[in-house]
């Protein structure tokens, strides 16, 4: 039997087939490395992660909070890796401020173009100064230049990719503010081309050409506006020195009538 994706709307897991082959693979790999750094100072109860880009546990095992699990709006039939569950993204069936990190591995490219509602669902279920930790395909730099390029093509299943600078304005529209950018994966996206050469170019991509990078990965954190109480003006009581009070600075006035 043939993996069919089974959902009414496109996921990451539409690349499933795409990730496990050796050009996938050569995506998949640094961004495994990237997340494990970015999840090591990130704690708390529960991270979740929203939508399937390669096995469930790829990334989540390498989560510092408590539990972890993983929501997708359809799965592969067939596959005995399954989602923590099956819900709506932009629809979590989550209670409001009860995740520490939440995770979207190229969820937003496969969006097709419910981004803004998956993003107001991520700040909803955070915890005042969770994190959320984004990868994506740019719409520009070398893979924006795919049409010039006989062969070229994006992952299966992309609807809708968003540039790291649109996505920044997103994330601080809901009070976010970002602690992190990194562009990374400076390689045509030509599945013949040689690991020892696109190592070389990461290297020099990273250093001289971010703006040209594939891919990116954003780390924000919920802002949360405190309060501070106003007290209320107390007005000092005479004191009472022997049983007589001791006179204040405030003059009263007084009115005396006069009788003629």
Not at 116 to 145: Q, Y
Not at 154 to 179: C, E, F, N, V
Not at 194 to 213: D, H, N, T
Request: proline residues 7%; aromatic residues 8%.
């Amino acid at each position: 039997m043939t993996n069919q994706y089974t959902s009414r709307a496109p996921s990451p897991a539409a690349g499933h087939e795409w990730l496990e082959t050796p050009f996938g693979e050569s995506l998949l790999n640094p961004e495994i490395r990237l997340v494990e750094e970015a999840f090591d100072g990130m704690f708390g109860e529960q991270c979740l992660q929203l939508g399937m880009w390669g096995k469930s546990n790829t990334f989540l095992k390498f989560a510092r909070t408590q539990r972890a699990t993983c929501i997708a709006d359809g799965m592969l039939s067939g596959d005995d890796d399954r989602p923590g569950a099956i819900g709506a993204l932009h629809r979590l069936p989550v209670e409001s401020d009860t995740i520490d990190v939440a995770f979207l591995p190229h969820t937003l490219d496969y969006s097709d173009d419910r981004s803004h509602a998956i993003l107001r669902e991520v700040d909803r279920v955070l915890t005042p100064h969770g994190h959320v930790v984004i990868l994506g395909f740019k719409p520009g730099g070398l893979w924006g230049l795919r049409r010039l390029v006989p062969g070229a093509e994006l992952p299966p299943g992309t609807t809708s990719l968003i540039s790291d600078r649109q996505l920044s304005d997103w994330l601080q529209l809901l009070d976010m503010r970002i602690q992190g950018n990194t562009r990374y994966f400076f390689r045509w996206p030509l599945p013949g081309q040689k690991r020892a050469a696109s190592a070389v170019w990461e290297a020099r991509g990273r250093r001289f050409w971010p703006e040209l990078s594939a891919c990116y990965m954003l780390v924000a954190r919920k802002r949360v506006v405190t309060m501070t109480p106003v007290k209320k003006p107390w007005r000092s009581r005479p004191k009472v020195v022997g049983g007589i009070a001791e006179p204040t600075t405030r003059v009263s006035r007084i009115r005396i009538d006069h009788n003629d």
